[in-house]
């Protein structure tokens, strides 16, 4: 790693001098908004103070306010954590670019991390850019954000004066001004500000939906890909996210009228009490973005596709075994008996124990002499994200406007036994090639190699044109609600009409995502680790 005059870059705020690592420009913790601390506290992004001489940008910034502690996460899943400080001031963002001011206009691939709204950043290990930059000649972006109730306290019920009318969207809108600035400054880094597209896993993957649903987003970016979301169909509404706020001024003994101290509390304490609140609150998890008529004026996906940025491609699609990964703490979760196996689907679901054990039935009969541990984890992943993601792509088509592209890996891993199969954050490290820092997870061969490669060769595909087409996969025909074309990625990638189908009816994806049936769902969790597979 390098760092040297000509990777210094003008930017509309002043010079940043980054490195060069493996071939690749990279600019690390470049702030595209200000500090969000004191006065700050709850509004929307400010605009970044202009400076002067060269600022260095090689290290990532600042984590943004968050509990937990990636040291407690077991060791193949830290990757996909930033070992940084936590702060206010982290409104940064990350580029990883071929070439800087050459008057190129590559593509541009803004990523959006998982953790929910809750937690997580764009410095993890996994999703160092220069991988994907260098083979894709792409210029790849991640970005911090706020979360949890420093990016999501609804104050609208407080609020007379309208001071705080935007505090429980500050989170997203962080987003929508990494955006602005990537459109600002993205030519001087190689970039073209015209070509943007928008990717996240997870929570990000729900907050790229977010995005296709913002008046203010729009004319930022063409496409967006979500990949693994749970939580996309539908956000908070201001009844229940005003809820989560009581519950916060509680907590800290402020009385409602006095709101406005929640700009004082000191940030560690202010962590810790939006803890207390969601266990307070029935562990109902309300910090997120809430649909208050604003800048979020309507649902993502519910009761349909929203018609804001119904002109921009879509790529969805999950992992075959999404819920492994949020088990392998607890091994035994991999060795239950049909009775404890019929429990857990009941407690997670919420239905009767009859209920789940004709679904257990109805799945296990596909699958002769698959152990219950593994029908129920199939269950949890449907139920949990493949049912969403598939509601979201066949209402996203039904708009008959830009194509929605579906996809299901189905690769499995060979690390632990091949217990996890194809667990959530699978896709990642084949996204942005960082086999070598996810090779706990994922192992290490060419199978991994040459999976890499188509995966990366689709998204770069369709941040380039909106269409993932490439030579190395079969003809990938857009969704429809009909026969419902999926990509399958494996060491042989085929295109499936409604794969699956049987679980797919079985778990009844259409009757839990009626509008009345929504409203009475708490959808909340994302899989970023809130949610109790257990």
């Known amino acids: 790693m390098t760092a040297s005059d000509n990777t210094v870059v003008e930017t509309r705020h002043g010079k940043l001098r980054g490195g060069v690592n493996k071939g690749v420009h990279f600019f690390k913790g470049v702030h595209y908004a200000d500090t969000t601390a004191g006065a700050n506290r709850f509004m929307p992004p400010q605009p970044v103070k202009p400076w002067?001489?060269?600022?260095?940008?090689?290290?990532?910034?600042?984590?943004?306010?968050?509990?937990?502690?990636?040291?407690?996460?077991?060791?193949?899943?830290?990757?996909?954590?930033?070992?940084?400080?936590?702060?206010?001031?982290?409104?940064?963002?990350?580029?990883?670019?071929?070439?800087?001011?050459?008057?190129?206009?590559?593509?541009?691939?803004?990523?959006?991390?998982?953790?929910?709204?809750?937690?997580?950043?764009?410095?993890?290990?996994g999703y160092d850019g220069t991988y994907l930059a260098r083979r894709g000649d792409v210029v790849v972006i991640t970005i911090n954000h706020r979360l949890n109730c420093f990016g999501h306290t609804y104050l609208g019920h407080l609020d007379a004066s309208g001071r705080f009318a935007d505090a429980g969207n500050t989170g997203i809108m962080d987003m929508v001004a990494g955006l602005r600035w990537v459109n600002e400054n993205i030519a001087a880094f190689g970039?073209?500000?015209?070509?943007?597209?928008?990717?996240?896993?997870?929570?990000?993957?729900?907050?790229?939906?977010?995005?296709?649903?913002?008046?203010?987003?729009?004319?930022?970016?063409?496409?967006?890909?979500?990949?693994?979301?749970?939580?996309?169909?539908?956000?908070?509404?201001?009844?229940?996210?005003?809820?989560?706020?009581?519950?916060?001024?509680?907590?800290?003994?402020?009385?409602?009228?006095?709101?406005?101290?929640?700009?004082?509390?000191?940030?560690?304490r202010l962590i810790k009490a939006r803890d207390e609140a969601v266990a307070a609150n029935g562990d109902v998890d309300d910090f997120r973005p809430v649909v208050d008529g604003r800048s979020l004026t309507m649902h993502p996906f519910d009761p349909v596709a929203s018609g804001i940025g119904a002109d921009l491609p879509m790529m969805i699609g999950t992992c075959e075994n999404e819920v492994s990964s949020l088990l392998a703490k607890e091994p035994k979760s991999f060795a239950l008996t049909m009775e404890e196996a019929r429990g857990r689907v009941a407690r997670f679901m919420s239905i009767s124990e009859s209920d789940a054990a004709h679904l257990l039935a109805d799945y296990a009969k596909r699958r002769p002499g698959m152990p219950p541990s593994q029908v129920m984890i199939l269950i949890f992943s449907d139920h949990m994200y493949r049912r969403n993601d598939?509601?979201?792509?066949?209402?996203?088509?039904?708009?008959?406007?830009?194509?929605?592209?579906?996809?299901?890996?189905?690769?499995?891993?060979?690390?632990?036994?091949?217990?996890?199969?194809?667990?959530?954050?699978l896709c990642l490290p084949f996204v942005f090639g960082t086999l070598d820092e996810v090779s706990l997870m994922i192992g290490?061969?060419?199978?991994?190699?040459?999976?890499?490669?188509?995966?990366?060769d689709a998204w770069l595909a369709f941040a380039r044109t909106g269409n993932p087409n490439h030579p190395g996969i079969p003809d990938w025909k857009p969704y429809n609600g009909d026969t419902r074309p999926t990509m399958l990625f494996n060491d042989t990638c085929t295109l499936v009409n409604d794969p699956a189908k049987e679980d797919r009816l079985a778990i009844g994806v259409h009757p839990l995502y009626s509008t009345d049936a929504s409203a009475k769902r708490n959808d909340s969790n994302d899989?970023?680790?809130d949610r109790k597979a257990a």
Request: glycine share 14%.
């Open 52 to 125: 002067a001489g060269v600022r260095d940008a090689l290290d990532y910034g600042q984590v943004v306010p968050q509990g937990g502690d990636s040291t407690s996460t077991i060791e193949w899943k830290r990757w996909m954590y930033g070992a940084q400080p936590k702060g206010e001031d982290s409104l940064v963002l990350n580029v990883w670019t071929p070439a800087v001011n050459d008057n190129r206009k590559r593509p541009v691939m803004f990523f959006l991390h998982g953790g929910g709204f809750n937690t997580g950043s764009g410095a993890g290990t």
């Open 527 to 529: 899989g970023g680790g």
């Open 191 to 268: 970039g073209d500000a015209g070509n943007v597209t928008v990717f996240g896993q997870s929570g990000g993957g729900s907050k790229v939906g977010l995005l296709m649903t913002m008046p203010s987003a729009m004319g930022l970016f063409r496409r967006g890909i979500v990949q693994s979301a749970s939580s996309l169909i539908r956000m908070a509404v201001p009844e229940a996210a005003a809820r989560s706020t009581d519950a916060l001024l509680k907590v800290l003994d402020i009385a409602p009228k006095d709101f406005a101290k929640l700009q004082d509390v000191p940030m560690e």
């Open 444 to 456: 290490k061969g060419p199978e991994q190699q040459a999976l890499m490669e188509r995966v990366q």
């Open 390 to 425: 598939m509601l979201a792509a066949e209402r996203k088509a039904a708009l008959g406007r830009a194509p929605a592209y579906m996809y299901l890996f189905t690769w499995k891993t060979p690390v632990l036994g091949g217990i996890l199969g194809s667990p959530h954050t």
